[in-house]
């Protein structure tokens, strides 16, 4: 089958990209000197996240509960759920904890400290955990500068219904940066920052085996990581039009993109009608900080070839308007041929399929399914 073959919406998934894009974060780790924990809900697949951990420890990160009982199932016996547990979730993540080598869970109250620790208690297990550390994100985490954040990791540690592992963080603010110089100091800030709350808990006794950072966009300019353990980039695997906006690749590093087709032509109004919208790419809005006209992806030819002066300009639910900043040529782009859109962001685009094709230039190779639900 090739790609012309397929039916729209298609998510594609260019191998020969990810490898490469794999290949190259797995020596960026090997040459900062730190583990490669890969995240893998940009894709949510087996077969995804096997390239990933290739030449790796083996250990994975996810986002959801869903996901790690199915990379559970799929083999994975080490992973980081990296959201802080919801109490009535605990139940079943110990169930889970019990038939895997190493199942992290992240706790940053002490709430959540002691629903973790209640659960461990009640069914005679020892459960993993680290404490999530805010690095400037302001989304989860605690404040390392605050005496009552030593406190908690002292009360994780001491907990002998717990294993505490560590720190954890990820420098999502990476992703407000408009140069790879500003994330550079993203990246500097996010490792002096563990680093030194890490220094500190030691020098209080708490044993501290773990310091957990990463961002695809700090791991793609990072260059010395002295004091951090262990990186959990994920969107790499994938990179997208934010990633390429930014600085942290390079468009043609992008190996996720989304096949449509073009169901209305408006040479009046320069525009086209596609056979996918929110639903296909999701809505996010991109790098406006960088490019407020960026749209809603990159609009390319059917080869992945980018198309300039084109913009997606508008989706609704089944709906995307493209739109070209030159009147479109007689005869050009006839409904029915297909258009392939880089979407703004890999991760939330990809979770709307079922099913990836997984192709290899224009031949469809494979195809992948992801994991569903929470
Ligand atoms: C806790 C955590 N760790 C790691 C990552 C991976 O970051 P990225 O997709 O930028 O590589 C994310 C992404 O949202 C995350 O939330």
């Known amino acids: 089958m090739r790609v012309g073959d397929l039916r729209t919406p298609a998510a594609l998934i260019d191998l020969d990209a990810l490898e490469r894009n794999v290949a190259r974060m797995g020596a960026t780790a090997a040459h900062l000197g730190v583990r490669l924990r890969p995240h893998v809900k940009t894709h949510k697949t087996l077969e995804g996240a096997r390239i990933q951990v290739r030449g790796q420890f083996g250990g994975i990160t996810v986002s959801t509960l869903a996901e790690a009982v199915f990379f559970a199932a799929g083999g994975f016996s080490d992973i980081t759920y990296a959201v802080p547990v919801a109490p009535a979730k605990l139940a079943e993540a110990a169930d889970l904890a019990g038939r895997l080598d190493r199942f992290n869970l992240l706790v940053d109250h002490s709430d959540a400290a002691a629903a973790v620790e209640a659960c461990a208690r009640e069914r005679g297990v020892v ?222 685009a990809a979770a709307l399929f079922e099913r990836y094709a997984v192709v290899r230039g224009d031949l469809v190779v494979d195809e992948w399914c992801p994991a569903r639900g929470w």
């Open 127 to 348: 459960l993993s955990v680290f404490l999530k550390v805010d690095c400037g994100y302001h989304r989860a985490g605690v404040d390392p500068e605050h005496a009552e954040s030593a406190a908690l990791a002292a009360r994780l540690a001491a907990s002998p219904h717990l294993d505490f592992r560590g720190i954890l963080t990820h420098a999502g603010q990476s992703y407000h940066c408009r140069t790879a110089d500003e994330i550079r100091a993203v990246a500097a800030h996010e490792r002096d920052v563990m680093a030194a709350f890490a220094g500190r808990l030691r020098a209080a006794g708490v044993r501290v085996d773990e310091v957990s950072v990463g961002s695809t966009p700090t791991l793609a300019v990072a260059a010395d990581l002295t004091g951090i353990t262990e990186v959990r980039p994920g969107n790499y695997a994938f990179f997208d039009a934010t990633q390429a906006a930014i600085g942290s690749c390079a468009l043609a590093d992008v190996a996720f993109s989304v096949l449509l087709t073009v169901i209305g032509r408006y040479p009046e109004r320069r525009e086209l009608l596609l056979d996918g919208g929110a639903l296909a790419l999701s809505k996010d809005p991109g790098p406006v900080h960088v490019d407020p006209a960026c749209g809603y992806g990159i609009v390319c030819a059917a080869g992945g070839e980018p198309l300039p002066g084109w913009r997606v300009v508008s989706l609704s639910q089944e709906h995307g308007l493209a739109r070209s900043a030159q009147p479109l040529p007689t005869g050009s782009f006839p409904i029915g041929s297909l258009l392939r859109i880089v979407p703004n962001h890999s991760c939330l």
